[in-house]
C-alpha cells in the first residue's frame, strides 16, 4: 500500500531543530561533509528554505547554495536523503531505497520546515525534484515547490519502454550500474556513490507514477510551483517533465511557472551541485536565488 501524507503543522522552531539533532544523532557511519545540516539565524524566520539533493548524492554539495539563501535571511535545512551519505561510498544500502521511503522524508522535511519558518519553500532536484513534486502535490502548507530537473522519466529508456523498465527494476535482482563507466569506483565527486542501484531506480520511477497519477485526478495542494529545466539535460526526458506541468497548469493555470536553462551553457544533468564537472555556478546560482529567493 502506498504511502498517504500526514502533516503534522503543530511543530514550534524548538521542536523542528530538536527533530534534526534527532536525524544527525542517528546519521551513524557517515562521511563528515555529508551529513544533515541545518542554517539557522537562532528563531522562526519569515522563510524557510528546504533543498533536497539528488540520488546518490549527498548534503555537501549544497552547502554553497545554502549559505547564499541563509544570508539573505532564511532558514535553511538540507536533510540527506534515506540511505545516502554513508562514508562507504560502495555501499549497498541505497538499494533498500523505496517511494514510501522518500514520501515520508517529503512529509518530515515539510514539517520541520513549518517550525522554521512563516513560508516553506522546498526545491529538489533529480530524485530531490521528485520528491518536491511529490510535496508540492499532498502538502497545502507548502508556499513554493521549486522543481528541478526532475526525474518523471530517464532519457536512456525509450518512452515505450519505460513501465516495463521500471517493473522489471523493481521485481529483478538488484544490480549496479556506474555512474561514470570510464571511472567507474575513481569517479572523483567525493560526495556521491559511483554506483546506481537498479532497484532504487525502479523505486524512484515508482514514486514518479504515483505523482503523475495524483495529478491526472486532482490538483496539485501547493500555493505555487516553479519548474526549472535544462535543455542539454542528458540524463531526464524534459517532455515527461513537460506533460506532468500541463497536468498542473490543466488545474492551477495562475500558480505553475516554468523556467529553462539554455543549451548553449552545456550544463549537466546536476544543476545545483557545486561538484558537478559541468555546473557553472555563476550563470545557475544568481538565476536560482532570484527565483527562489
Not at 152 to 167: N, S, V
Not at 185 to 211: E, F, H, K, V
Not at 236 to 259: F, I
Request: hydrophobic share 40%; with cysteine.
Amino acid at each position: 500500500m502506498m504511502y498517504i501524507s500526514h502533516p503534522n503543522p503543530a511543530v514550534d522552531y524548538a521542536d523542528a531543530v530538536r527533530r534534526v539533532d534527532c536525524k544527525l544523532a542517528a546519521e551513524v557511519d557517515f562521511d563528515p561533509e555529508n551529513h544533515t545540516f541545518l542554517l539557522t539565524h537562532g528563531s522562526r524566520t519569515a522563510k524557510a528554505i528546504v533543498l533536497v539533493h539528488g540520488y546518490t548524492s549527498s548534503p555537501a554539495p549544497l552547502k554553497a547554495l545554502a549559505a547564499q539563501f541563509h544570508q539573505r535571511g532564511s532558514n535553511v535545512l538540507v536533510m540527506a536523503l534515506p540511505y545516502h551519505g554513508l562514508a562507504d561510498r560502495m555501499n549497498i544500502e541505497h538499494a533498500k531505497l523505496r517511494a514510501e521511503d522518500l514520501m515520508r522524508y517529503a512529509d518530515d522535511v515539510v514539517d520541520v520546515a513549518q517550525g522554521l519558518g512563516e513560508s516553506v519553500t522546498m526545491a529538489g532536484l533529480s530524485c530531490g525534484g521528485l520528491v518536491t513534486g511529490w510535496a508540492a502535490q499532498h502538502r497545502p502548507d507548502l508556499g513554493l515547490a521549486v522543481v528541478i530537473s526532475p526525474g518523471f522519466a530517464f532519457k536512456a529508456i525509450p518512452g515505450f519502454l519505460r513501465p516495463l523498465a521500471g517493473w522489471v527494476w523493481r521485481v529483478f535482482p538488484n544490480s549496479y550500474i556506474w555512474d561514470d563507466p570510464q571511472k567507474k569506483a575513481d569517479n572523483p565527486r567525493r560526495c556521491n556513490y559511483p554506483r546506481l542501484s537498479t532497484r532504487a531506480l525502479g523505486q524512484i520511477l515508482r514514486l514518479s507514477q504515483s505523482i503523475q497519477t495524483t495529478a491526472r485526478l486532482k490538483a496539485p495542494a501547493a500555493r505555487s510551483i516553479l519548474v526549472v529545466t535544462n535543455l542539454n539535460d542528458p540524463a531526464v526526458d524534459n517532455t515527461a517533465t513537460d506533460r506532468v506541468v500541463d497536468l498542473w497548469r490543466k488545474r492551477r493555470p495562475n500558480d505553475v511557472q516554468t523556467y529553462q536553462f539554455p543549451a548553449n551553457l552545456g550544463l549537466g544533468h546536476d544543476i545545483v551541485s557545486v561538484d558537478d564537472p559541468k555546473m557553472i555556478v555563476d550563470a545557475v546560482y544568481p538565476e536560482l536565488l532570484r527565483m527562489i529567493g
